[in-house]
């Protein structure tokens, strides 16, 4: 079985409704958080070996809304910046400095998603792809596995042609 990890927006949630949040927190693995003024939740799935990861998801996303009640609006990418990479990783942020400028490693730190006003921001994904791939050391039994860029499109893809197909047309 592989574990995937996904973070989605959500529409219709609230951890004060304790029906909802039983649902999520009882039949899932999934936590809620906060971020601005979106709801996020972090939806653990499993998958066999070598099956399709989107499918999983999506059909674990349909499950998600018929028990709790909730909407999933769209794919949160989990940006990092250093200090959070460093976090994370359990390192120093000059060290995550030192890789992301090609100075200590192989060179090949997943380049930043965004540069908003000069600070770099990667997708988790991408870090812990590279991670598992270059540090032997890494305890990554508990990391699950993150969807690649493309397969977050593939996702947040269905789901913006799935609202479209919800409104009523006029």
């Not at 949630?13 to 909802?20: L, R, T, Y």
């Not at 949040?21 to 899932?28: I, S, Y």
């Not at 693995?29 to 653990?44: H, K, M, N, Q, Y």
Request: hydrophobic letters at 45%; one cysteine or more; a negative charge.
């Amino acid at each position: 079985m592989a574990a995937y990890e996904v973070r989605v927006l959500v529409d219709n949630f609230s951890v004060d409704n304790e029906q909802q949040a039983a649902a999520l927190f009882d039949k899932f693995d999934a936590s809620a958080s906060r971020i601005c003024e979106s709801t996020v939740v972090t939806l653990g799935v499993a998958a066999p070996e070598g099956a399709d990861a989107v499918a999983a998801i999506r059909a674990e996303i349909a499950k998600l809304e018929r028990a709790v009640g909730l909407r999933v609006i769209d794919v949160d990418l989990d940006l990092v910046d250093e200090g959070e990479v460093a976090e994370r990783l359990g390192k120093t942020r000059q060290i995550i400095n030192l890789y992301a400028k090609g100075e200590r490693g192989c060179g090949d730190f997943p380049p930043p998603f965004a540069l908003p006003g000069g600070r770099r921001l990667w997708t988790w994904a991408a870090v812990a792809r590279w991670v598992r791939h270059h540090k032997q050391d890494w305890d990554d039994e508990s990391e699950p596995d993150q969807l690649s860029r493309e397969e977050q499109r593939e996702l947040a893809a269905w789901l913006t042609q799935r609202t479209l197909a919800a409104r009523p047309a006029g």
